[in-house]
């Protein structure tokens, strides 16, 4: 795609915001919940972009918690203007704008009825995500990536403490630009990367971490298999859904491994992260499979995540067959159809 064909969303953001600016006050901007460096990144941008080309007041909200430990530094060192969801708030707004996320997707608060004003999205679109303004980009590595090219042609001039959400966003989503990451991802890095605070995203990408979060680590080690190929672990009870993100994206550096896969349970849900190191793994795709279809799970080529609701009262062998479904149903999507067969790589 070319630099000028790959504006196009931008473009549209633009003249969306200036044509409707008066019936878009206030907006109210809503993340995936449990949002991401991406997430953060990109309702802030927006919200930014909203209030310079069109002087749109925005609000940015999200369901859920933010748990992990960098995340909560993105959010408090940076002073993201974002808060937790009231009951009842998202009914109250006239005006509502999803990022980083879709309606049908069960990863947010929007009620089922509620068409949003806008949606910008880099995830794969939903047969039944509408809008009146609906901006996904699939080639787009990050959501961020849209909104940054978006300030970039509006020419609005982007404090330090953005630029900095921007960077670590784009940067996270890809991993520094080395998973998923196209030259547009890359433009929009480079560009806002001298603008950025490097101390503040050594601070965000460096945390220090609560004891919670070694227990956390030291049951991925204990509980970890491997088979061939496929390394994974069960996490029992979480206190931050993002956790199987996290032990996901650690388990996938062991050398030799191409797949990983993460189960973990909070608030009566199984949450399910697998990670790949092949660009055409179509990870989403298969975790949708793993977990019955419908809109429980997503992602991309080489990252996925997802829930499936087991409930709070049900019995410790309900949960552990949920759980060894998932994975068996995984071996044997990668041809490992003798699950007795894994070994536990880090017991003494």
């Given at each position: 795609m070319s630099k000028k064909n790959s504006l196009?969303?931008?473009?549209?953001?633009?003249?969306?915001?200036?044509?409707?600016?008066?019936?878009?006050?206030p907006l109210t901007i809503l993340t995936h919940d449990h949002p991401d460096p991406d997430a953060l990144a990109s309702a802030w941008a927006?919200?930014?972009?909203?209030?310079?080309?069109?002087?749109?007041?925005?609000?940015i909200v999200y369901g859920g918690m933010i748990g992990r430990a960098e995340n909560r530094m993105m959010a408090e060192r940076l002073q993201i203007p974002v808060s937790p969801l009231k009951p009842g708030e998202i009914k109250a707004s006239s005006h509502l704008a999803l990022i980083d996320t879709q309606p049908p997707f069960k990863n947010n608060r929007c009620p089922p009825k509620r068409k949003p004003a806008l949606i910008?999205?880099?995830?794969?679109?939903?047969?039944?995500?509408?809008?009146?303004?609906?901006?996904?980009?699939?080639?787009?590595?990050?959501?961020?990536?849209?909104?940054?090219?978006?300030l970039?042609?509006?020419?609005?001039?982007?404090?330090?403490?953005?630029?900095?959400?921007?960077?670590?966003g784009i940067g996270s989503e890809t991993q520094n630009l080395g998973r998923e990451a196209g030259l547009r991802d890359v433009r929009a890095?480079?560009?806002?990367?001298?603008?950025?605070?490097?101390?503040?995203?050594?601070?965000?990408?460096?945390p220090k971490h609560s004891p919670n979060f070694f227990i956390s680590l030291l049951s991925a080690l204990q509980n970890a298999f491997i088979s061939r190929s496929v390394i994974g672990t069960h996490?029992?009870?979480?206190?931050?859904?993002?956790?199987?993100?996290?032990?996901?994206?650690?388990?996938?550096?062991?050398e030799k491994m191409d797949w990983s896969i993460v189960t973990g349970r909070y608030q009566g849900k199984i949450f399910v992260s697998i990670r790949s190191s092949n660009p055409s793994a179509r990870a989403?795709?298969?975790?949708?499979?793993?977990?019955?279809?419908?809109?429980r799970g997503g992602g991309h080529s080489m990252i996925a995540g997802g829930s499936i609701q087991i409930g709070d009262s049900a019995?410790?062998?309900?949960?552990?067959?949920?759980?060894?479904?998932?994975?068996?149903?995984?071996?044997?999507?990668?041809?490992?159809?003798?699950?007795?067969?894994?070994i536990s790589p880090f017991h003494q």
């Open positions: 196009y969303h931008a473009r549209k953001l633009i003249d969306f915001l200036k044509e409707n600016s008066a019936r878009l006050k927006l919200a930014h972009l909203a209030h310079e080309v069109a002087n749109i007041r925005a609000k910008i999205d880099h995830h794969p679109r939903h047969p039944d995500t509408q809008a009146d303004c609906v901006l996904i980009d699939e080639n787009s590595g990050a959501t961020t990536t849209i909104l940054a090219e978006a970039s042609l509006a020419k609005v001039s982007v404090p330090k403490r953005l630029a900095t959400a921007i960077v670590y890095y480079q560009e806002f990367w001298p603008k950025a605070h490097m101390q503040t995203l050594w601070k965000i990408a460096y996490l029992g009870e979480m206190s931050t859904p993002d956790r199987t993100a996290q032990i996901a994206d650690f388990l996938l550096t062991h989403g795709k298969l975790l949708r499979r793993l977990l019955g279809g419908g809109n019995s410790e062998m309900t949960w552990r067959r949920a759980e060894d479904k998932i994975v068996s149903d995984f071996f044997e999507s990668q041809g490992l159809k003798d699950i007795s067969k894994k």
